[in-house]
């Protein structure tokens, strides 16, 4: 059992750095895997650990960083670093917005290692606490450590410093274990450390990894301790590295669902974040994507090729072929293949979106059904209603949106028009081909009276020479040919 709770305890995060190798006008920490931005995922292992202050450290980029932590992390304090570089210069500006007689355990993590998990730091807080070290060091041994700081050890196996790949020598360069970048410090002893070091290096830095060498020169005990599991040290620097523990959380997430009770035919295709949630029984078909606060209820059947963002599927439901963003979809329902559900959307239990539809802002009650090559937009529709193909719901007249109201047992006919805002009560019906400018009362028809007008010999005479004129030609003497021994056959 871990023994922060009964330690004073601060999370520093590092997110100060430019992240150049990205590439991009995002903060590199803002990248997202899994539904979460990089430093997200620091953040959320970080409050987790129930420490006194989480502390977030920016400066490249800090505009565009701040809000998201301000926004969805309110109890974490931001840091700024100054000009002065380094991650020891980083952790220097963290330690001064803590309070002036914090004492404790400064655990010190990066916004760029987004695998790191809780278990892995409370292992580390209770092996630092426990063997009365006053700085303890996360390792990793990589089968290729370059641009990693190198642990250079004693010839007993003590810890005896980090050396940086670009400050190292030949020799140095062929160690394999290296600096997994997250540390415990003791508060009193940290802050001593770090104003003893400078920027004597090739980067010019001041680094973190010197005040560990500060103290143990000084004649404390500091320990390193390697990681079981090389990818929660996984740090991001550039895009390859992004879709490769993105891939590998990804199927993380997957099996930890399938060990849970959820069928996932095809993890390699199937992409779940973090914040998603899954009955007991659910199917996950390949191409699937579960994103945001997407849950799915008990025994569900989702995809293939489905898109969810921030939906709500109920029990027994079927998703085919479909992208939904904010939409609810109740339980025994179906929707698709290829159904558009825009925000709004509320699909009633045992209702149906079918083929080519799209929804927005619309409440479709439960056994409701709006089958084929239909838009519905800013509308209400009662229980057991049937919405005829290729109904369109005109809600926009140029300048506002209005709404529309279908009671409940309602049958529309094929091709119809609704222009809002209008009402069709209950038990109505609406004849094909129909533009229904009025509302309806319970059980009325709905119709537009206008007679079919056939206009002969039209094709012949504005159409002569084309191929349609040619076949209604040859009809045409068919039909005399047949007309005429019809006629010898009655005589």
């Not at 500006?93 to 916004?111: N, Q, R, W, Y």
């Not at 072929?321 to 159904?339: D, F, L, M």
Request: glycine residues 10%; hydrophobic residues 40%; aromatic residues 4%.
């Amino acid at each position: 059992m871990t023994k922060t709770g009964e330690q004073h305890l601060a999370v520093v995060v590092l997110a100060a750095g430019a992240g150049t190798r990205m590439k991009s006008n995002k903060p590199k920490v803002m990248h997202e895997i899994a539904g979460l931005p990089l430093l997200g995922h620091a953040l959320a292992t970080a409050s987790s650990l129930g420490a006194s202050y989480v502390v977030p450290v920016i400066r490249h980029q800090k505009d565009s960083i701040a809000p998201y932590i301000e926004a969805f992390y309110p109890n974490a304090t931001i840091a700024e670093q100054d000009q002065i570089p380094g991650t020891g210069r980083a952790v220097e500006c963290a330690l001064e917005v803590l309070p002036a007689d914090f004492k404790g355990a400064v655990v010190v993590t990066s916004g760029d290692v987004p695998m790191l998990d809780v278990a892995t730091l409370e292992g580390l807080i209770d092996a630092h606490l426990s063997n009365g070290c006053v700085a303890t060091i996360l390792t990793a041994v990589l089968d290729d450590p370059s641009g990693y700081g190198r642990i250079v050890r004693t010839s007993d196996g003590s810890f005896l410093r980090i050396i940086e790949h670009r400050d190292a020598t030949k020799k140095q360069l062929d160690i394999r274990e290296v600096n997994a970048g997250v540390y415990v410090f003791d508060a009193d002893h940290l802050r001593t450390a770090l104003s003893r070091i400078g920027t004597h290096n090739a980067q010019g830095e001041k680094y973190l990894t010197d005040a560990a060498a500060e103290l143990i020169q000084e004649g404390f005990d500091v320990q390193a301790i390697p990681v079981t599991d090389n990818w929660l040290v996984a740090g991001i620097n550039d895009r390859v590295q992004l879709s490769e523990v993105g891939a590998e959380l990804n199927r993380r997430i997957c099996e930890a669902w399938q060990l849970a009770g959820v069928t996932i035919l095809d993890p390699s295709s199937t992409w779940i974040d973090v914040t998603v949630q899954l009955g007991q029984d659910v199917t996950l078909l390949p191409g699937t994507y579960l994103k945001g606060l997407t849950t799915i209820g008990e025994g569900a059947t989702v995809g293939p090729e489905v898109v969810l963002v921030d939906c709500k599927v109920g029990e027994g439901a079927s998703v085919v072929k479909t992208h939904a963003s904010g939409s609810s979809i109740g339980a025994g329902a179906s929707v698709g293949p290829y159904a558009y559900l825009r925000p709004g959307t509320d699909l009633g239990a045992e209702g149906k979106i079918g083929t080519f539809v799209e929804t927005k802002n619309a409440k479709i009650g439960a056994g409701s059904k709006v089958p084929h090559l239909s838009y519905v937009g800013d509308a209400e529709i009662g229980v057991e209603s049937n919405i005829g193909a290729g109904t369109i719901f005109a809600n926009y007249d140029g300048v506002k949106k209005h709404r529309s109201v279908i009671g409940s047992h309602v049958r529309t006919g094929s091709h119809n028009v609704f222009v809002a805002p209008i009402e069709i009560a209950d038990g109505a019906y609406t004849a094909a081909g129909t533009v229904v400018r009025k509302s309806v009362a319970a059980g009325d028809l709905a119709m537009n009276l206008a007679p079919q007008r056939n206009i002969a010999g039209w094709v012949l005479d504005k159409r002569p020479g084309s191929a349609a004129a040619a076949a209604a030609q040859a009809a045409q003497a068919s039909g005399s040919s047949q007309k005429a021994s019809d006629q010898d056959s009655n005589n």
